[in-house]
T-cell receptor
């Protein structure tokens, strides 16, 4: 049911920017793009979300293409603690409750 | 300061038993969820409750019965446990705002059925 495509794994050097791509070519006009991550079997952690405009918070930046068919999550200065599985999710609204459909995500490994 | 808490963290039990997992959130949210993460690490929604009303039920066997005594709690009761029920179960909560719902997850309950 996942409506997104992500690379299964990526590596990034500590201190560098980690850029995680996501393809969501069938996204509808009113659907948001959400990013969550899961660190070693902990509960998923919300990172950021956006609709059309680029977004930034204390954790990351989200760049959404103008046609909204893809996006990139940027961790500006990756640390070892950012090693996790990152999920890009297109929100599916259902009768007032949000149904998050998780795909396989991208396993990001930050190397020292 | 725990936002979404679950008990127990680990649960080991025999096939055929009945067990419950409890979830509590202190975020003031009005929507709560149960997700299941299987051995292949796929996370799938099971149920969602909004203001104690069942909103989402994702073709989960009726051996699974969620119960929401109030907005801050959503418990999961499982009857006649089977081997395939072994998984990590995550509770989550959210509050709808102008930009949608951001879900906050608990630490998970690892259920092992022997």
């Amino acid at each position: 049911d996942a409506k997104t495509t992500q690379p299964p794994s990526m590596d990034c050097a500590e201190g560098r920017a980690a850029n995680l791509p996501c393809n969501h070519s069938t996204i509808s006009g009113n659907e948001y793009v959400y990013w969550y991550r899961q660190i070693h079997s902990q509960g998923p952690q919300y990172i950021i979300h956006g609709l059309k405009n680029n977004e930034t918070n204390e954790m990351a930046s989200l760049i959404i293409t103008e046609d909204r068919k893809s996006s990139t999550l940027i961790l500006p200065h990756a640390t070892l603690r950012d090693t996790a599985v990152y999920y890009c999710i297109v929100r599916v609204a259902l009768r007032g409750a949000q149904k998050l459909v998780f795909g396989q995500g991208t396993r990001l490994t930050i190397n020292p | 300061d725990t936002a979404v808490s679950q008990t127990p963290k680990y649960l080991v039990t025999q096939m055929g038993n009945d067990k419950s997992i409890k979830c509590e959130q202190n975020l003031g949210h009005d929507t709560m969820y149960w997700y299941k993460q299987d051995s292949k690490k796929f996370l799938k929604i099971m149920f969602s409750y909004n203001n104690k009303e069942l909103i989402i039920n994702e073709t989960v066997p009726n051996r699974f019965s969620p119960k929401s005594p109030d907005k801050a709690h959503l418990n999961l009761h499982i009857n006649s446990l089977e081997l395939g029920d072994s998984a990590v179960y995550f509770c989550a909560s959210s509050r709808r705002d102008r930009q949608g719902d951001t879900q906050y997850f608990g630490p998970g309950t690892r259920l092992t059925v022997l």
